[in-house]
């Protein structure tokens, strides 16, 4: 339950001198009237006064009780005081700057459980945007070429030209591109795209010549080279196929990263993200974010997750001074994606792909590998989050994490299922037991809960994907990932989907599994942080945490749930400083 809690006992800080204490309770009483800079003539030395005092809005503190409170103090970047805006008065010294929300909201900055920040910036910079609508404009395979012509004709002959985001699924001709489509951009130089999912791509003829792929290649272990009637390759690369091509992709160079990471630095922060994922991060993208930070450039946290054991040794090599830039766990992945086919099902699609009624999408690699890798990584002593969409994969995973448990038992591990979309009912009690976190992909529900009831999952398993409510029963502490770039980073049409699970059709998918606004905000915020193991520090307005805020224009626990998309981040504030301000502002 929501508390509404005019003043507390409790809001000050321990620490402070009694004097101060009977000056807030006297303050309590008094009308206190602001403007700017100081003003309460409390006497209030610099030292002990407040630098920033945030007051009369509703202020969403998303502590244990989900507190409500009217003002909040801050000093050298952390919380000092909550309460009421006359508790919070007594703080004000002559050089504190007061802020008045005008009831407007505050809460906790939104804290980013899973996605790709260094990519999403790169991606864009310097791909071109293939996404259809509600995300891009691309709506048939021509509009696609148009787009990668001009990319083409900006970047010249001698660069690869790339995309991603397309959809087939969206595209007027309901089918992936092939080569002979993105010959039509040039049959002189690479041409490659990605599938919104990230499991899928196509090449162009070229860059099939240039990575030695004809009709006599065989498919790599985990992926699939897709081929016409004939046997020949036409284009499509499923899963690990895809690094045929890909990893002949020339890198950035270190000043286009740097680029891309101002990109997206600015894409989070203006939507209220004060801690980012780094999600398969590599030692070269942990060493590039950390250059930005130590130059003041990077305003906002990351936390990044290499891939496999491997990956975290390399990583580990980068010195990180800033503070800003951490290492966390071990990202992995162990199946594909279901709007994609490549997620592994326990029972086949609803609508069989290829005509093959007993296919279940398949494993990035076998059991036998995924728990070796598990039980290496958790001896080791580290967290693990696990790609895993179809209920298979999550079956396969836990037996995993139960098998690295009991082989090497470690309490509070944390381990986590990233997107856990199909995850069952007796799937998520198995993660009770096994203290292990869903993070949730919630916003499949919008952008493809329409093609998943009809096409991939069929309406009962359609109707239950990313089943936040039935977590939140459990008392699982559940998180809510956009996995951008996959899907543009908005933690309030993250919200907005959980509570309300409206498809891009229009219609409610799964009633039984939406949230309250106060839980979805909740899975964006101290339980994210949790995952991380960070919840001490941040993810709530409480004394002695991070100063890592959003003022939003409404509240989202007051506002029509169907309107909380167009909810404005008015402002980002991280240690205390701002970092982004709505235009205008
Ligand atoms: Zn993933
Ligand atoms: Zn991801």
Known sequence: MKKNIPARANTLPEHLPQYLLRLSAAALGAAVLLSGCGGSGNGLSAKDAA???????????????????QAIGIKDGKIIASGSSATVDALVGPD???????????????YDAHSHFVYTGTNARFETDLNSPPIGQVRSIDDMVALLQKKQAELGKDAWITGFGYDDTLLAERRHPTREDLDRVSTTQ?????????????????????AGINASSTDPEGGMIGRDKQGQPDGFL????QGLVGNLKPGLTAAQVQEGIQAAAQIYASHGVTTANDGASSAGGIQAMEAAAQGGRLPLRVVAWPTALQGMEAAKKVELKSGMVKIGGIKDFYDGSIQGYTGYLSEPYHTPHDGDAHY???PR???ANLIANVEAAHKAGYQLFIHTNGDQAISDVLEAYAKAQQ??????ARHTLIHAQMAREDQLDEMKKLGVIPSFFELHTYYWGDRHRDIFLGPDRGARISPAQSARQRGLPFTLHADTP?????PLLMVWAAVNRVTTGGSVLGADQRISPTDALRALTINAAHQNFEEKERGSIEVGKHADLVVLSDNPTKVDPMKIRNIEVLQTIVGGKQVYAKPGQ
């Open 51 to 69: 630098q920033i005092v945030y007051r009369n809005g509703d202020i969403l503190t998303l502590d244990k009780d989900n507190t409500v409170v």
């Open 96 to 110: 504190t700057k007061v802020v008045d929300l005008k009831g407007k909201s505050l809460i906790p900055g939104f």
């Open 190 to 210: 690479p041409v490659y795209v990605t599938h919104i999912s990230g499991h899928m791509a196509v090449a162009n003829s070229f860059a099939l010549a240039k």
């Open 238 to 241: 499923a899963e690990t196929a």
């Open 360 to 362: 279940r999408g398949y």
């Open 365 to 367: 690699t076998s059991k």
């Open 407 to 412: 082989a090497s038992p470690r309490a509070d």
């Open 486 to 490: 996959v899907v543009p980073m908005d």
